[in-house]
């Protein structure tokens, strides 16, 4: 089964985003993980949400999307992250 990892956050930094995507994205891809969607909020349609922003990316499965997240390559983009905003990781399994 593939795995959805939704990354919603709001932005501290704008500077440090863009830093922050230009090096992590790479070490995305490099996991075999494959943006599908980002995006903006409009509104929540039911219940309370924080975050004003989203990215989804699909991984082939969960343990690659584990091993992404713990590997060097994204561990060393962490601080930045921190930076720039404050993020919310959510891993789901799909069919």
Request: hydrophobic share 45%; proline share 4%; charged share 25%.
């Amino acid at each position: 089964m593939t795995a959805l990892l939704v990354a919603r956050f709001n932005v501290k930094n704008a500077e440090k985003m863009n830093a922050y995507a230009t090096v992590a994205g790479p070490t995305v891809s490099a996991h075999g993980g494959e943006f599908v969607a980002k995006g903006e909020k409009v509104n929540a349609l039911v219940g309370q949400e924080d975050r004003q922003s989203v990215a989804m990316v699909r991984f082939p499965d969960v343990a690659t999307a584990k091993a992404w997240f713990a590997s060097p390559e994204y561990t060393a983009c962490k601080p930045l992250r921190e930076e720039a905003a404050d993020m919310q990781f959510t891993l789901y399994e799909t069919e």
